[in-house]
């Protein structure tokens, strides 16, 4: 257990829409892998069918067991759930299956059929980019191998007409794939842009640009789910300016809205990036502190405490600004977080009972 406040503990975890989006889009593309995996599977099947029905024993036994390799891959995948490595094992079993019908012929010479499912797929594989780049190697490597007299290891007849259909075809396949699979792309980039900027508007205060109640809340939930399975300790802090009505009612509201910024900025940039600063209230403020004990956050509260006391020679206006904090300290085995959050509350209106610009604890 940490018996202290460390500005290198490890962050609290997270879940957005963006990153959420991330993972729809990383399913989307095993699916297509799964998709790609059946349909090379029945084509390579139906292929060795032919070839036995035609007494090419050799062909047929390796159109077999490359049906038995992709069905192995299928199986596999499904089994072992979502991985960012599918899509780049998926491509290379068919890339290798692909160069072996474009050297064999594959059945009757129609193995370069297989490139109506490659395009694509590498496409859904990989993103227009890196798809697009992948398939123009691939495209150049085709037509070396077709066109370049006497291509190791090229053993099926294709006349020249047919050669240069294909290449033409396959070009032209993959710009059309790569065009409209940008269009997608740049969809779902702006989909997440307005996502992020969403979630940032429903989770963030305006006036301080500190996380709202809505926002705070959520990483308290998730804290206890993290601590359930870390036992971790953290601690709640609950701030309150002291006599910030008569602030504004003296000296104006937009005056009173400076010092909320400031002071969140004072809380903001004297807490580690994990920590989560969140305006409360009207000028309640609420500091969760993950792998802290109450100790650690003691040290911390009286700390901002200065801080903001000290904004108040910054103004010219003459204004005494001080902030009373409740603090309480949580862990897996202890209460639910709505008893914290009420004991702290307890606690900060006892410092102000007490005096105010000052830290309880106990």
């Known amino acids: 257990m940490n018996s ?38 029945a084509i390579t099947g139906a292929m060795a069918v032919i070839a036995l029905t035609a007494a090419d024993i050799l062909q047929a036994t390796t159109l077999s067991a490359a049906a038995v390799v992709i069905l192995c891959a299928y199986v596999t995948i499904n089994v072992m759930g979502p991985s960012k490595m599918t899509p780049l094992l998926v491509g290379i079993l068919l890339l290798v299956l692909y160069f072996y019908l474009l050297l064999s012929g594959g059945v009757n010479n129609t193995g370069l059929m297989w490139a109506v499912m490659l395009v694509p797929g590498f496409i859904n594989l990989y993103g227009y980019k890196t798809g697009t780049a992948a398939l123009i190697a691939i495209g150049l490597i085709t037509a070396t191998a077709l066109f370049y007299p006497n291509f190791p290891g090229l053993t099926a007849e294709y006349d020249t007409a047919y050669r240069a259909r294909f290449i033409a075809v396959f070009g032209a396949l993959t710009a059309l794939t790569a065009l409209l699979d940008s269009s997608r792309h740049h969809t779902q980039q702006l989909l997440e842009r307005l996502t992020g900027e969403l979630e940032k508007n429903a989770s963030t205060d305006a006036l301080t640009g500190l996380a709202n109640r809505r926002e705070a809340y959520r990483a308290i939930h998730d804290m206890e789910r993290r601590n359930r399975e870390l036992r971790d300790q953290y601690v709640i802090l609950i701030g309150d300016l002291d006599n910030f009505k008569a602030i504004n009612d003296t000296h104006g509201h937009a005056f009173g809205d400076r010092i909320l910024q400031d002071v969140a ?29 109450a100790r650690g956050g003691s040290v911390l509260a009286e700390k901002l405490r200065r801080k903001v006391e000290a904004l108040s020679r910054r103004y ?12 309480v300290e949580g862990s897996s085995t202890g209460s639910p977080h709505n008893q914290l959050l009420a004991e702290a509350d307890k606690r900060m209106y006892r410092a102000k009972n007490s005096g105010r610009n000052r830290v309880v604890a106990a």
């Open 4 to 41: 202290g406040y460390n500005k290198h503990n490890p962050a609290l975890t997270m879940t957005t829409p963006v990153e959420e989006l991330e993972r729809i889009d990383l399913r989307r593309r095993i699916m297509a892998s799964s998709y790609m995996l059946i349909f090379a599977m």
């Open 265 to 293: 900025k004072i809380l903001r940039n004297n807490t580690r990036t994990e920590d989560i600063v969140a305006r409360w209230g009207g000028e309640e403020f609420l500091l969760l502190l993950p792998n802290t004990d």
């Open 316 to 327: 010219v206006q003459s204004v005494k600004v001080s902030i009373s904090f409740g603090l």
